[in-house]
């Protein structure tokens, strides 16, 4: 079993900066890798930025040169830094860890005022 925690959400003004935190617990050891993703109101969840254990980074199309996801292995931590933050950016975010099965945290929410 693996826990994730995210912290680090909140409100921001356009063109603002968060970063997101998800420490995970448990058996870590079988987690190949570990992301971002979203939800906003009446859309579906989307992938924001993936990490995996060979340090091969994924971004969504709408947040790359934004957005940076980061690991420290040491700490089982896994980091979004946000940046130029923008109204579309408004969602729960949710950290995501890929092993044995897919485990996820319980959702942090960002909103971006304009």
């Known amino acids: 079993q693996v826990q994730l925690v995210e912290s680090g959400g909140g409100l921001v003004q356009a063109g603002g900066s968060l970063r997101l935190s998800c420490a995970a617990s448990g058996s870590m050891f079988r987690i190949s890798a570990m992301g971002w993703f979203r939800q906003a109101p009446g859309k579906q969840r989307e992938l924001v930025a993936a990490i995996t254990s060979g340090i091969r980074l994924n971004y969504a199309d709408s947040v790359k040169g934004r957005f940076t996801i980061s690991r420290d292995n040491a700490k089982n931590t896994v980091y979004l830094q946000m940046n130029s933050l923008k109204p579309e950016d408004t969602a729960v975010y949710y950290c995501?860890?890929?092993?044995?099965?897919?485990?996820w945290g319980q959702g942090t929410q960002v909103t971006v005022s304009s």
């Open positions: 995501n860890a890929v092993g044995e099965r897919v485990y």
